[in-house]
Each structure stands twice: as C-alpha cells, then as structure tokens.
C-alpha cells in the first residue's frame, strides 16, 4: 500500500485530491480521484491524534471492522493505511445529502419514504450484525441519501458485543440523542444489535417528524431522558408509533428483531417493488442531481494541498462524514417585571390578531434550502431557544399537535433565511393536559436559561397552573389556544395590569355575534343563553351582547342554564315561547348539540350560534342533520382560509406533514414568527426574557391572516375574530368577522 508522500502534497496514496471538504473531530476529509478516475472520500487523521499510544490500533480496527461489511445499502471501503505518517481510510462518495442535512433543509420525509428508510438501513445493519459487529452510532449524520437508497457510514466505534473496548469503562460511546439506555450508562457489556434497533428507531422517528425522540440541548440531559424518561410523543407519526414505541423500548429483549422490524415496515407499502428514483422528495433528488453533475466540473479545480486545520476547521462539525454531504455545494456553478404586555394569545379570543396578510408575503418568506454558504463557513449564528409548552398526548392532543406543528414549520421557514441575525431552536414538552405536571414543567423550563420565551400552553386549566410560575420567570409567553376565562386578576397585576381591559377581552366573542345577527340576518327577537358551566365567559359574553343589540333596536332575553344536566326539551320550548328568530348559546361542544337537537325537535328555523366552545367535531358527531346552518365565533382563523397567504400555508403544511393544519397551526406559525420578530431589535440579537417581554408591544407583526399589534387595555388587536358555518357536515371557514359575507 503506497504511503502518504511528502513530496507531492495533493496525494494520499493512490488518491489526488481535489477539494477539502471539511474537518471533523478527528481529522479532515478531502474529496479525491482515484487512479481510474473514480471519485472517492479521503478521511485522514490529525497528527495529534495519530501520535496517541493505541491509536492507530484504533484505527487499524475501524479499517477492518468496515472491510467485513458487504451490503448495497454500506458504503464500501476503497482503501487505506493505517500506518501512514497520516492514517486514513478512502470510500466510495456519495453526493447525496446526509439524513440530518436533508430533514433540518426540507423538512420531514412522507411515511412512504420512512417505510423505504427504514427497510434499507434494516437491510444494512443485518450485514453489520451478520459480521458479528455492532454499528454502535448510527445517527441521521451518518446516513447518505441516494437515489435508489440510503448508505449507512462511519463504523468509527463499531466493535464486536464482547470484543475490547476502544475506549476506557463508564465512558459513554455514541451520539447523545441516538443512542441506546444501555450506552447512555456505558455498560458496554450490555451492547448488542437490539442497541442499533434502538438508534434506528430514534433516527426514523426523526427522519418522519424532525423531533429527536429524547430532546436535544445539553449531552447530559438527553443521556437522562434515554435512560430514564419516554420518548416525546411529537417524535412519533400516527402511523408508525406502535412499531417505533416498541423499538424505544428501554430493555433491550423486548425491541423487535431486524426482521420483524422489516416485515412491519413492508406492511402495506410497496416499497420493495418501487422504482428507486421515487423513494425521496423531488427537492431532495434536486440536491443530489446537482451535486452530482457539480462533480463533474471538479476535474478543472487546482489540486488541494494538505496543511493543518485551522480552529475554524473544526468550529460546529460534529463529523468529518456530516461535512462529507455539504462537499460539493461550495464547488455548485453558479448561474425586570413582566407585564400584560409579556403574555400574548393567538387564536383565541384573549389573543387577537387583526387579518391581513397576502399570497405575495408567504411566498417570499417561504423556506429556500442556503445553499450559498456552506455549513461551517463564516460566523455562526447564534440560537435563540424557544419552548413548545402543550398537551400532545391528553384530551387536547389534536390541538396541541396542530400547534405545534405550525411553530415547526416557522422555525424551519424562519431558519431557512439568510438574513435574520440568528436562529431559533424549538424544544418540545408535553404536559399531557395534566396540571400537575404543566406545573412541573413551568418550574423546570423558567430555571432553564436557555429558554428565552414559551409557545403554550394548550388547555386552559394548564395555563392557569402555571401562569404565575411563568409570571415570576419574567418569561415571555404566547398562548395559541388559551380561552378567555384563565384572565383572572387572582394571579396579580404583574400578568394584567389593567384590569377594566379584562371585563372587555371576555365579551369580545360577543362582537362578532352581534355584528352578524344585526347585518347578515336582521334578527330582532334574540334568546342568548348564559351557560353556567363556562363561568364569567358566559355571562359576559350574553351581557355585552344583550347591551349591544338593545342599542340597535333588537329584542333580547337572557337564559341562565345551571352548570349541571340541562333540561334541552324545556330549554328548546322556552325559545319557541319567546318567538326568538336567532339562538346565541355560550356553552361547548356537546351541550350545544343537546341544544341543537331539541331545537330541531321542535322545528326552530332560526339562526342558530355558538362560540369557539362548542367549535369541535364532538359537536358535529353528536348534533348530526341538527347542525346544519349553526354559526359560530372564534379568536382563530380556518385552516383553509380564503386569503392566498393561508391558502399557500395550508399547502406547505400539507407537504410537510401530509395533512390539513388542524386549529391553531397558521396562529403558531405567526406566534412563532411574532416572537422572532421581537427577538430581533434593529440587528441586535435580544437575548433576555424582560428585553424580548418588553419589546413585543412596540412591534407590528403583519402575518399569514392577521397583523399582531398591541393596542393598550385590548392586548394584541381585538378585532381578530372570525365565523365558521356548518355546511355540508363540516366547518366552513366564513371569513374574519368584519368582512364576512352577507349569507
């Protein structure tokens, strides 16, 4: 095997280099050509650590641990020498991006894709068990995309179960985050296949949602979390978390097999049989499609001279193979105390956002992979870290999922830009709708002074349990789904400080109510019912409307109903004997349809309203024929709203999630972008909670349907409120309540 010479610095053995890559924590990696003009991958070691006694033993075993591998699905080892002045190891390139590159610049893969993922890198670890190994670090950094498939790399710390450790005992070996339990306790004894079962299913999780199954941030707290806590359920797809949940399973007996894993991916998909080109997105085959003719142009390139890293060499790269994927980019042809003010709500009717917005703005803003600067290169921006607070597996999961959905697809569309001057950095908690463990989290994430602001959380009762947690936090907080009766003074004035505004903020829904029974259907004789169960948003809900419809000349009667079982037949009557044309009840989803049924009982023809209450499918199931025509007041858009900016959200959601945003998702996606927009103070980077608490009323946020801005005793633009209709057994989107159309 020819050594590295000294006289001819643009060789490494039989390779000529052509570019430098990128550095790693071990050495640098260079793109070279082979002797019969075949591109390769040169990985070679800094002399620091070729120098170190046992290393090249190390290193002689990485070499031979990857030549015992044989699988289509591995990239194959060329060549190397571990007892060169510089060890280093050649491999075949591939110009696709890695997993990780691919998921944080697109966005999650389809299921179809993860099925096809996960088949093939099954594949390739049975060839890795089958050479008696251990991959040990399989991670998204180390999985190559191409277009018939993916490639499993790096066998750095691949061993056999019982063969010596390359590292000392109680070291931890791996990628936090990816890992298996029994590598986060560095029981090297315990590591076997199903720890590779167990990686894989965090990197498919991830390859499908982008969220790490255990978190990110710090190594240590997300070694604890694989340890000791489960994986965060907005990891997990619908229709891959039974399969994925079992190979996060923390005994390493009862993960499935490689084969099982297999047969359950294979499950209705046609994967198997498929043409190998259509398993990725096209934007990702784009990506690999450029690269790869950009190889091409690489033979006209002065040859690369080896020299020693510089310290930005090795700055963020967390491998020489994550910096393998970016290679040919650069060579692409070109051609205090917190106020009100502190706490904003979104898409209730606390929160309050006027419409606006356009199809021009969404596009502009929308997310364009950088492929201008490649990673690495230039001054990193910093990362301002944003938590997700909200219940994703209890009773208000869907709509804490759609939240937290929309906040992820403005993280990816906001990091996407080139010109903001830093990142954002969304971490996931679930509260599960349970307030003792909102609180919980509330105390953990105010201690936690990474955190910056908090996105949640979703259900009322939570908000309320840990609203003054948050309050003595100084934490800036936008809450999406939050009602109205959480406003309570009880906390202080260090939440509200006007407290005359919170008697307005409860009847604003009665706005929309009114505006509509006065202009779209004349009604003059109105029978509004106050239902005790939703306390003081009832009561002044039915108040104000009563006011302003008697100031426009209109009849209106006040029905209190207990908090207990409504009597719906007595109640239906009592509207009929009023001779009342429209119903305004202030109740939720399944009392509205008792009410909804008996008024179709009695054959009541009159309009028929609601709030965003009783806004739920529970309400359609229930009421069913009874529904039809019901009309109802929300603090929050549709998700398929008519304006050409909600239109475009709606169809980039679809493709990143494979779904309709459900409630709240466009009103995230603006929280988020809101938030941003007051971390951002004329170019300086506002790193403190009171500094960004303080600057979120001195700003106008124009978003997807709304414009944010602060008005004094309103909060956030009080006319952001909307209609829906029940049309057709479904929830038609009317419009912003203004503009609502005359039926």
Not at 608 to 613: G, K, L, P
Request: charge should be positive; aromatic fraction near 8%; hydrophobic fraction near 40%.
């Amino acid at each position: 095997m020819e050594p590295l010479r000294t006289g001819d610095p643009s060789r490494i053995g039989r390779y000529r280099l052509l570019r430098r890559l990128g550095a790693g924590g071990m050495g640098v990696v260079f793109l070279a050509r082979a002797p019969g003009g075949a591109i390769a991958a040169v990985k070679t070691v800094r002399s620091s650590y070729a120098d170190e006694s046992g290393f090249r033993a190390r290193f002689r075993r990485e070499v031979e641990t990857a030549r015992q591998v044989s699988s289509h699905w591995v990239v194959p080892l060329l060549d190397a020498d571990a007892d060169a002045e510089t060890p280093w190891l050649a491999t075949s390139y591939v110009p696709g991006p890695s997993l990780s590159e691919a998921v944080h610049t697109f966005g999650p893969l389809s299921l179809a894709s993860v099925r096809v993922l996960g088949l093939r890198l099954a594949e390739a670890l049975e060839a890795v068990h089958g050479a008696g190994l251990v991959h040990r670090d399989v991670k998204p950094a180390n999985i190559l995309l191409a277009p018939d498939g993916p490639r499993l790399i790096d066998f750095g710390i691949a061993r056999a179960p019982e063969g010596t450790a390359l590292t000392s005992s109680g070291v931890v070996v791996g990628s936090p985050g990816f890992l298996s339990p029994e590598q986060a306790r560095a029981r090297s004894g315990e590591i076997g296949p199903p720890s590779d079962v167990f990686s894989l299913g965090c990197v498919l999780a991830f390859a499908a949602t982008g969220v790490r199954p255990f978190g990110d941030g710090a190594p240590a707290g997300v070694l604890l979390r694989t340890i000791y806590e489960e994986p965060d359920p907005a990891s997990l797809p619908d229709g891959l978390a039974p399969l994925l949940t079992a190979c996060l399973h923390k005994n390493p007996a009862d993960r499935p097999s490689l084969a099982r894993l297999r047969a359950a991916l294979g499950e209705g998909t046609a994967a198997d049989s498929a043409e190998p080109s259509g398993w990725l997105p096209a934007p990702v085959t784009r990506l690999i499609n450029d690269r790869s003719a950009a190889v091409l142009t690489i033979g006209a390139i002065e040859p690369t001279q080896m020299s020693a890293p510089t310290p930005s060499d090795t700055a963020g790269r967390a491998s020489p193979e994550a910096v393998t994927m970016t290679a040919v980019t650069a060579t692409r042809p070109t051609g205090g105390t917190i106020g009100r003010r502190g706490f904003l709500r979104l898409g209730s009717t606390a929160g309050l956002l006027a419409a606006g917005g356009g199809g021009a703005w969404w596009w502009s803003n929308r997310a364009k992979p950088e492929t201008s600067t490649p990673p690495g290169d230039g001054p990193r921006r910093p990362e301002l870290v944003v938590a997700f607070h909200g219940d994703l597996t209890g009773a208000s999961k869907k709509s804490g999922k759609a939240q937290l959905n929309g906040a992820r697809l403005a993280v990816e569309q906001f990091n996407a830009r080139s010109g903001p001057p830093f990142r954002l950095k969304l971490r996931t908690y679930d509260d599960g709708g349970d307030t003792g463990r909102a609180e919980e989290l509330a105390t953990r994430l105010a201690k936690d002074t990474e955190v910056l602001a908090v996105l949640g959380p979703t259900t009322d009762a939570c908000f309320s349990a840990t609203e003054k947690t948050y309050t003595e936090a100084v934490m800036p907080v936008v809450s999406v789904s939050v009602g109205t009766d959480t406003l309570s003074s009880r906390f202080g004035t260090g939440l509200f400080r006007c407290h005359a505004a919170l008697h307005v903020t409860y009847g604003l829904l009665a706005a929309p109510c009114v505006r509509y029974l006065s202009h779209h259907v004349d009604a003059r004789r109105v029978f509004l019912v106050d239902d005790r169960a939703q306390g003081d948003f009832g009561w002044t809900v039915c108040d104000q409307a009563e006011r302003a419809l008697r100031q426009n000349g209109r009849d209106a009667t006040v029905k209190r109903v207990a908090a207990r079982k409504i009597d719906y037949a007595s109640l239906a009557a009592e509207v009929k004997a009023a001779r009342a044309d429209a119903v305004v009840f202030t109740g939720d989803a399944s009392r509205a349809a008792g009410l909804a049924s008996a008024l179709a009982d009695v054959r009541f023809t009159g309009t028929r309203m609601a709030t965003e209450r009783a806004l739920d499918p529970r309400f359609l199931a229930s009421a069913g024929a009874a529904a039809r025509g019901w009309v109802f007041a929300t603090g929050f858009t549709g998700p398929t709203a008519g304006k050409p900016s909600a239109r475009a959200f709606t169809a980039a959601y679809r493709a990143r999630f494979h779904t309709d945003p459900g409630w709240y998702a466009v009103e995230a996606y603006d929280a988020v972008m809101f938030l941003a927009e007051a971390c951002d103070k004329n170019g300086t980077v506002l790193r403190e909670r009171g500094a960004i608490a303080r600057r979120m009323p001195e700003i106008t946020h124009r978003g997807i349907t709304r414009t944010i801005k602060y008005e004094s005793g309103f909060g956030y633009s009080r006319d952001a409120m909307f209609e829906f209709q029940v049309v057709d057994g479904a929830f038609r989107y009317l419009g912003q309540y203004l503009d609502t159309a005359v039926s």
